[in-house]
């Protein structure tokens, strides 16, 4: 049984000057040890007996709109470049501690990297997301890489900034009408009287952020003496499909009403209702047909393209900025403020 109590142990043997890590291997009969040279690979958590010295060579922030700024429902990238120059493995994992507020940001507050040969550069990833509700704000992450045998750290500030959603803004209007000939029971003279039928050529313009996904629906509000038409060939469909409507674009839809003859109200009252992807950006107009007047048309308005908000990475987004620090910063120890 004595073999057993050394089957699995490790040995250091020092050649000339050199160490090289064999292991035992296997279940050897009593008297005879066989081993293989493990060729620089440890157990999990077995610290290296020489130490790692890590470096980190770069820096990277990454956004989906390219801007350098989280915006709301984005997922940034954080990209760490790191090295391991020194004499031993290196366990590396990645600790991040907000220096400001961060409400509406989500990040792994501490990420197992794994073992980091010496020699060897490693790319680390740390997702940043913004949900639909964040802030305008300046933010402040400090950033550790740890290297957790010797328990030294690479620390630096990592500063970005953050963008509010700009909200999607739907203006509904008429834009043209129409009581011609195409029934023949209509007076064509652009006013609205009971009993005709009116074509109608809504738009939908979105003067905000980028909308998904947008739907109207027409509805007469199930008012007696009104009726909706998609078209002269009786459809009753009343949603329109618009999709993607950028800042500042429009689409028109087109409709039909008509009112029986004995329609006594003074007006007629279709509202449109506007959707979008995110449930919360949909607006509901009504638009006023005045039996005995013509009817109000509007035009589609000229949005200036927003300005594009600047801001970047902020003071700590160029590399140079965050480097600042880094050699002292590879010394910290535990008692350090770099470390908890
Ligand atoms: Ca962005
Ligand atoms: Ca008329």
Redesign the pocket.
Same mark, same amino acid.
């Given at each position: 049984m004595r073999h057993h109590l050394i089957t699995g142990m490790s040995i250091l043997i020092l050649l000339g000057g050199c160490s090289t890590q064999v292991e035992l291997i296997g279940k050897s009969a009593p008297g005879v040890i066989s081993f293989r040279p493990v060729q620089g690979q440890k157990k999990p958590d077995e610290p290296s007996s020489l130490p790692a010295h890590l470096v980190l060579d770069d820096v990277l922030f990454e956004d989906p709109s390219g801007d350098s700024v989280l915006d709301a429902e984005e997922s940034g990238t954080l990209t760490l470049q790191v090295r391991n120059d020194g004499l031993g493995t290196g366990k590396v994992s990645v600790r991040l501690t907000p220096l400001s507020d961060v409400e509406h940001l989500s990040f792994q507050r501490h990420t197992e990297v794994g073992l980091l040969p010496v020699e060897e550069a490693q790319t680390i990833r740390v997702p940043i997301q913004a949900d639909i509700d964040v802030a305008d704000g300046p933010r402040e992450v400090r950033v550790e890489i740890v290297e957790e045998y010797s328990r030294t750290t690479v620390p630096f500030t990592f500063r970005f900034n953050s963008h509010s959603l700009v909200k999607p803004k739907f203006r509904v209007i008429v834009r043209s009408y129409d %009581?011609g000939r195409f029934f023949k029971g209509? /007076?064509? %003279?652009?006013?609205?009287?009971a009993g005709?039928m /009116?074509k109608v050529v809504a738009n939908v313009q979105n003067m905000g952020g980028e909308a998904e996904a947008v739907a109207v629906a027409v509805e007469t509000k199930g008012e007696e003496g009104i009726s909706y038409a998609r078209d002269l060939q009786g459809s009753s469909e009343n949603r329109f499909v618009l999709g993607k409507l950028a800042p500042g674009k429009n689409r028109d839809i087109t409709f039909y009403f008509f009112t029986t003859s004995v329609f006594a109200d003074p007006k007629v009252g279709i509202t449109l209702r506007v959707s979008e992807a995110r449930g919360r950006f949909g607006v509901e107009e009504e638009l006023v047909f005045d039996i005995g007047q013509s009817v109000k048309t509007e035009d589609v308005l000229v949005v200036e393209p927003g300005q594009k908000r600047g801001g970047g990475v902020g003071a700590g987004g160029g590399f140079g900025a965050v480097s600042r620090g880094f050699a002292d910063a590879a010394r910290a120890r535990p008692g350090d403020n770099f470390w908890h």
């Open positions: %009581d209509n /007076v064509p %003279d652009g006013r609205i009287q005709e /009116v």
